[in-house]
């Protein structure tokens, strides 16, 4: 594709008015030489908006984001993935008696990604078997733990 070299708006203070020679010229009117030039009108009556396109954030500035739309269905079932999710962080939190929200305190002592890995095992007794292994540093009472235990496999069950 051939290019224009030249600039599109032809500047002269001293004419008032340029008639262009070549249709591809822009036409620039202009009443006194101290007023700012604005986008010109070719022959055609289109307008070029090249001096704006510097206003335009680049693309590496924007923040990018991404979005999809899911059917209703699974987004119901992310929603009460994600409710069994957060349940199952502020239990967590409250059974290892952490206060603060410091993500290393959190991985020393919560195990990590429970619900995965109790929907991959299939029988209820080898769930509660993997769950007392794994929440055997617990600060709070057994009874307490067991609780837990029977509300997050009843919970599981529903996922």
Known sequence: ????????????PTSSTTVPTNIRE?????????????????????????DLV????????????????????????????????????DQLRSLYDIKDDNPQEDHDHCPGDLIDSLLDIDSESQRR??????LRNVKKSRSITMEFIDELLHRVKML
């Open 129 to 134: 078997t993997f769950l007392l292994g794994k």
């Open 54 to 89: 510097a206003a335009q954030p680049k693309f590496n500035d924007r923040e990018k984001y991404l979005t999809a739309k899911y059917p209703q269905q699974q987004m119901q079932l992310i929603r009460k993935r994600l409710k069994v999710e957060f349940w199952l962080d």
């Open 26 to 50: 822009p036409v620039t009117l202009s009443t006194s030489s101290s007023t700012t030039t604005k986008p010109a009108a070719s022959l055609t009556g289109s307008v070029r908006f090249n």
């Open 1 to 12: 594709m051939n290019f224009i070299k030249r600039p599109f708006h032809h500047t002269n």
